[in-house]
């Protein structure tokens, strides 16, 4: 994983920067995002490696070939692109405006779509372990109540991530999916500190805890391996057992 090149959406905080992370603590170096400030974690990752920040909307075409063009500049190379930068905008289905689902698939998936275009067309053939990752949810194989707009866009990422496997075989890309379950990240605090929702949620986890944005990349650094070099088209859930777990019949739950 040394010197491998790596470019990250949606990096300083959460789960993107928590794969930032691991990357740079591999030796990788790397290119984190945002379409704010970067939230001070530039100057942390710096620390552990060669690390650039670009600020770029993903949720626009023009933003997401901006990131991938700009990383290539700064490294020199991309190994692998992480699809990451992401939204939850979701209301009661009766009141969902067109503008959360626009928003929501604009960023969740277009983003994803025309980065994934764009690091493709710099990727000779003849390149040896280029891989995209995208990072979908358990959400991409089971629905939630009142989540439509966010589900519907995880599941086209779970379609995404095999169609663009079979796509993107010819020129020796490979492309992954993570799916992580209930993680603690500036998405989730407010829901997650409402009343006595965490402990609800660890109640309903195999493992009995709510996953942490380090949970992810040890597995993003896997997949972006030579070890992972015949795995494509897959989706590797991290979530704790959630959807391994069937309806319980214990009556202390009730």
């Known amino acids: 994983m040394k010197d491998q090149c790596v470019c990250i959406s949606g990096s300083t905080h959460g789960i993107g920067y928590g794969m930032a992370e691991a990357f740079a603590k591999k030796g990788a170096r790397i290119v984190i995002n945002s379409h704010l400030d970067d939230n001070g974690a530039l100057e942390k990752l710096s620390k552990l490696t060669e690390c650039h920040f670009v600020k770029s909307d993903l949720s626009t075409v023009a933003g997401a070939e901006y990131l991938v063009n700009k990383s290539f500049e700064l490294l020199g190379s991309l190994d692998t692109l ?11 289905f009766e ?10 698939m604009n960023l969740n998936v277009r983003g994803y779509m025309f980065a994934s275009k764009a690091f493709a067309k710099k990727i000779s053939p003849n390149n040896k372990n280029k891989s995209i990752l995208c990072i ?20 086209a990422v779970l379609m995404m991530i095999r169609s663009l496997a079979i796509s993107l075989a010819e020129k020796n890309i490979r492309v992954n ?8 990240t500036p998405l989730t605090k407010d829901g997650l500190e409402k009343g006595n929702n965490k402990q609800v949620l660890k109640s309903q986890i195999p493992l009995g805890r709510i996953g942490l944005p380090r949970d992810i990349g040890g597995a993003a650094v896997f997949l972006s391996s030579e070890e992972a070099e015949y795995i494509t088209g897959q989706m590797l ?18």
């Open 82 to 92: 992480i699809n990451n930068a992401g939204t939850f905008l979701d209301q009661d």
């Open 177 to 184: 999916g993570i799916g992580p379950g209930i993680l603690e």
């Open 95 to 104: 009141n969902i405006s067109e503008e959360n689902f626009n928003n929501t």
């Open 237 to 254: 859930y991290i979530d704790g057992g959630i959807l391994a777990n069937q309806m319980n019949w214990d009556e202390s739950l009730l």
């Open 136 to 155: 979908g949810s358990s959400n991409s194989k089971a629905a939630e109540k009142n989540s439509v707009i966010y589900d519907t866009s995880k599941g």
